[in-house]
Nanobody, 126 residues
Framework: QVQLVESGGGLVQAGGSLRLSCAAS????????MTWFRQPPGKEREFVAA????????TYADSVKGRFTISRDNAKNTVYLQMNYLKPEDTAVYYC???????????????????WGQGTQVTVSS
């Protein structure tokens, strides 16, 4: 079992920044693919960014490239999402998810993930 706890959401003006954190349990966290998804109001959950533990490859959705950065601290079992130049369309509940099988393929579909955090709200005002 893997437990995930997100923190760091809040209200920010357009152009501002936030950093989300996701603390994970699990003895082999360093091998997990850790991924951020988001669910805007009234829309489906969508892929944001992933960090593969197997080979330290990061992947981003086109909508956040150049603005968001995913990172991880394996000693703390924590993954981060630094969000800069935020836009109103970034408003969503942000979730972290863990893919625990070792892989060199980045999974972008929510259905591929078994372990999820509770979500943290990010609201960007215009």
């Amino acid at each position: 079992q893997v437990q995930l706890v997100e923190s760091g959401g809040g209200l920010v003006q357009a152009g501002g920044s936030l950093r989300l954190s996701c603390a994970a349990s699990g003895r082999i966290f360093s091998f997990y693919t850790m991924t951020w998804f988001r669910q805007p109001p009234g829309k489906e959950r969508e892929f944001v960014a992933a960090f593969r533990g197997r080979d330290n490859i990061t992947t981003y959705a086109d909508s956040v490239k150049g603005r968001f950065t995913i990172s991880r601290d394996n000693a703390k079992n924590t993954v981060y999402l630094q969000m800069n130049y935020l836009k109103p369309e970034d408003t969503a509940v942000y979730y972290c998810a863990a893919y625990t099988a070792m892989t060199t393929i980045t999974r972008r579909r929510p259905d591929d993930y078994t372990y999820w955090g509770q979500g943290t709200q990010v609201t960007v005002s215009s």
